[in-house]
């Protein structure tokens, strides 16, 4: 891909106000974008609008060489590009937290879509049709009007949604997540020197564990090991009495647990899924994630839906006061490690970046199947996405292939199946094995409830 031709590049999704914003500031600090277009497409015209005279501001305010465009119109705002980006969340939060209400009414605490190794609250699969046919959607329209893009899909469920699209369409699709970057908690409390050490992680996405650890050149898993028989009971006791974020969870007493059955210790968003060890109700959350029960708690998760509007009003606010630049809101900084414009940047610079991504497996980690997207690093230039192997894996690899990854790959293609194939009995089956089932007459009632609740005719059309 040659570097300067003036790209263009779509966010579909660019009401996600404040992840817009910073994405539009990155791209405005690449040199090698200059001259480019960014498209900024939304369906909500209010928040496109606000989000729109947020980004044109700054990019003039430091003085950067990128026009910036705005439409209601996704197809538009595909065609031609080089690259688009997926930021979408079909129907928005609001709409999930009401069948997660229903849910909990039925006796499903956290939801029906909460199950095994699928946790996440954002992470929307049984239930997700809107979701998946959205992606599909955008999926098709990348390969009718810009057949040459690359579709960096940052939406979740990430693996879910890399694996039916790739499946599905010709789109040359990315699974993007930060969440690999959980490994630098580890590091820091561990009190180690991130430039010293060697990591390797690999899994599917939001199940992805650290199959290499080396630091200064040797074998490091024996400092997690020294750690956890020395300091560690110290460190959760500072850690609960200062715990303020309930994201911070990636050395909490659920990712040592998980470190001790499975041999290797879960980066990520893995450590807020395992088994319903560490899910059963608010009470068992605490204990594992901490006082405020982890992200995914009630309390958790409250939280997080709280700083979405507070970040929201923040740039309102913001942007109302023309006495002060926006640079003082957002400094004009590079995003350590942010995915999409770091795969924008090895493409158009030509500059062989190793970086870490979800795509189809096609043999490169030994026993998950070609066509199921896996979370690996790969090397990505301007030829695109250069797979590496991973035969060499530890002896601990085999149990967490058996006892995490295949349960996750099981209820991924379950959910593909799902909405492919539609039916009342995938919503059924899903439930009646689901621990928190009771009887085939509450499987029943809440697939009744959720299906009639007010935005869900076409959900409901495919499920019966």
Known sequence: MPVNHGYKIALIGAGSAAWAIRLVKDLALMPSLSGSTVVLMDINEERLALVTRFAKRYVSEIKANLNIVATTDRREAIRDSDFVVNSTLAKGHGHYERMREISERYGYYRGINSVEWNMVSDYHTIWGYYQFKLALDIANDVVDYAPNAWLLNVSNPVFELTTLISRQTKAKVIGLCDGYYGYRDLLRVLGLDEGKAEVEVIGVNHDIWLTKFRYNGEEAYHLIDEWLSKRVNEYWARWREEQSNPFDVHVSPAAADMYRAYGLWPIGDTVRSGTWKYHWDLKTKQYWYGPLGGPDSEIGWAMYLTWHKIEFNELTRALGNESKPLTDYIPPVRSEGEPA????????????????????????????????????????????????????????????????IIPRITRAEWAIDAFLEGGRDALFNWLIVDPRTKSNEQVNQVIDAILNMPGNEEMARHFR
């Open 341 to 404: 414009t770091m795969v924008i940047e090895a493409m158009v610079e030509d500059k062989a970046k190793r970086i870490e991504v979800n795509v189809p497996n096609q043999g490169s980690i030994p026993g998950i199947p070609d066509d199921v997207a896996v979370e690996m690093p790969t090397v990505i230039d301007g030829k695109g996405i250069h797979r590496l192997s991973f035969s060499n894996l530890p002896k601990a690899w085999g149990r967490v292939l058996r006892y995490a």
